[in-house]
């Protein structure tokens, strides 16, 4: 009913960029709060960046000033700019999309996941 595909992901060198990309398709009426998670091997998922439908971010203090979040809404797709990439940055990264379906339903929505690999 609701799909969220991310792309952009990749291996980079340390101090390498990548731009992370979601496109959330499917049977949508409104989308409120997006935002970027990362799940390292052996640990939790963790938010990495969140933007409200007016544009308002939010960021984990460890990408402040290297990651940028932004959004597209006539688009539905949401993006990750990652600069300056570090070691400790490589892990699976997910899309999330708080939104309303046609039908009425307000859902919480996740993409399957991009790997993230940053060597030194």
């Known amino acids: 009913q609701v799909q969220l595909v991310e792309s952009g992901g990749g291996l980079v060198q340390a101090g390498g960029s990548l731009r992370l990309s979601c496109v959330v398709s499917g049977s949508i009426f409104s989308i409120y709060g997006m935002g970027w998670y990362r799940q390292a091997p052996g640990k939790q998922r963790v938010l990495v960046a969140a933007?409200?439908?007016?544009?308002?971010?939010n960021y984990v203090d460890s990408v402040k000033g290297r990651f940028t979040i932004s959004r597209d809404n006539a688009k539905n797709t949401v993006y990750l700019q990652m600069n300056s990439l570090l070691p400790g940055d490589t892990a699976v990264y997910y899309c999330n999309a708080d939104l309303t379906t046609n039908g009425g339903q307000r859902v919480e929505s996740w993409g399957q996941g991009t790997q993230v690999t940053v060597s030194s």
């Open positions: 933007i409200t439908s007016g544009g308002r971010t």
